[in-house]
């Protein structure tokens, strides 16, 4: 999310050189008037924007020394509090400030703010809530949505977003951040029509025309999508996003061979970004080439060993390896952060099958149709990589017994 105090900020507009000049202008100023309080809070705002927060803060207290009553000098140490990581200092000083001033819009903020930075999100969403009611800039409102959306509440965060979007018609970046909403809300036309409407305000930004192409795929209109990553590789022939959508475009056709050029030019263009790496690791898992795809996921789990993800599809190359314990020992341990995930249970199912063990193959079988009896009906379609085990008849016949 973008930084709390950025809407309170006078000096936005100005460079840094600007800032520099203006500040050594104050600061001439303040040898005449050492007591004049808008002068030394214009001085701690043009601190704060340049990033000298240390020396921001000393002026603040040198302000609040003079004038310990001032409200808009508290507001700004707690600022410059929050700022440091002074977080729970910072929070005292805003609910003292908020017992005066029990509406003021940007004290409210400020809690909501800060409370979701420390990951206290029932705290948080008392002053969402609040905000919610009062009339608030469209900063506040966007970050409202976003938050909504960061604790699962995505048919408020969407409700919210749509508001903001009937308010200012002609932002991209909120049509843009309203379309993310409906995708993952799983409503994809929705996200198609309102992407379509940010890119022909902005039809050369090449991260919309991306996440338009990618949005035309979930609803399978291949060509529009093709046709709108060509226009985004003409603007900008080297953006390795460009070439890992291209590469999904390639997996959708079963093209395999080309997928892996795709996303190997795309990695060649962002070599250490993990989310690359694991669809190269994917596309040598699909070509049947499993030894080098543990190699792919082994560096992604250098930078992050916890990747339950990546560590599952390790797992599964195990599994095409016939090194069931290896893949089993993985996949125990994945199951616990994903206990409801019915390709795992399947997986580990078909390892316990391969090593003898049918009795506790057959428990794992027993817990996939008690989570969805029809699991196996349509598991080799839904999940391609469960196709190559149910494909085994000594497995499928002994799922069909349980």
Not at 92 to 117: P, T, V, W
Not at 166 to 191: I, T
Request: negative net charge; aromatic residues 12%; contains cysteine.
């Amino acid at each position: 999310m973008s930084d709390i105090h950025d809407f309170v900020n006078p000096y936005e507009s100005l460079d840094v050189e600007e800032l520099k000049n203006e500040l050594h202008k104050i600061e001439q100023n303040l040898e005449k008037e050492p007591n004049n309080l808008e002068l030394l809070l214009k001085k701690a705002d043009i601190l704060y924007y340049i990033q000298e927060w240390e020396y921001a803060l000393k002026t603040i207290k040198e302000a609040l020394s003079l004038y310990p009553d001032s409200h808009e000098a508290k507001f700004k140490y707690g600022m410059l509090l929050d700022q440091l990581g002074q977080h729970e200092q910072a929070l005292a000083i805003f609910h003292e400030l908020l017992k005066n001033d029990q509406e003021n819009i940007n004290i409210i903020f400020s809690l909501a703010y800060i409370h979701y930075k420390i990951e206290d999100y029932e705290k948080a969403n008392e002053y969402v809530e609040k905000l919610l009611k009062l009339d608030v800039s469209s900063y506040m409102l966007f970050f409202c949505s976003q938050f909504k959306a960061d604790i699962g509440e995505l048919g408020e965060a969407i409700e919210i977003m749509e508001t903001l979007v009937n308010k200012e018609p002609q932002s991209s970046a909120f049509l843009s951040e309203l379309a993310d909403l409906y995708n993952m809300d799983g409503m994809f036309e929705q996200a198609v029509e309102t992407m379509k409407k940010a890119v022909e305000l902005e039809p050369e930004n090449v991260s919309y025309l991306i996440r338009y192409a990618q949005y035309l795929l979930d609803i399978e209109a291949l060509d529009n999508a093709i046709e709108v990553l060509e226009k985004a590789k003409t603007l900008e022939p080297q953006n390795p996003n460009v070439h890992a959508v291209f590469a999904n475009i390639f997996y959708i056709k079963n093209d395999f061979e080309n997928a892996l050029k795709a996303i190997n030019k795309s990695i060649e263009l962002d070599p250490e970004n993990p989310t690359l790496l694991s669809q190269k690791g994917i596309f040598l898992m699909l070509l049947g080439d499993f030894e080098r795809a543990i190699k792919e996921f082994d560096i992604v789990l250098n930078s992050d060993p916890e990747d339950i993800n990546v560590l599952v599809t390790k797992a599964q190359c195990f599994t095409f390896l016939e090194k069931y314990q290896k893949a089993n020992e993985i996949m125990l341990k994945a199951i616990e952060h994903d206990p409801y995930n019915l390709e795992l249970m399947c997986f580990i199912a078909y390892n316990y099958f391969q090593l003898n063990n049918k009795a506790e193959a057959q428990l794992w079988i027993s817990s996939i149709l008690n989570e969805d009896k029809d699991f196996f009906a349509y598991a080799a379609i839904e999940y391609p990589f469960l196709e190559f085990l149910l494909r085994n008849q000594n497995f499928q016949l002994f799922c069909n017994q349980n």
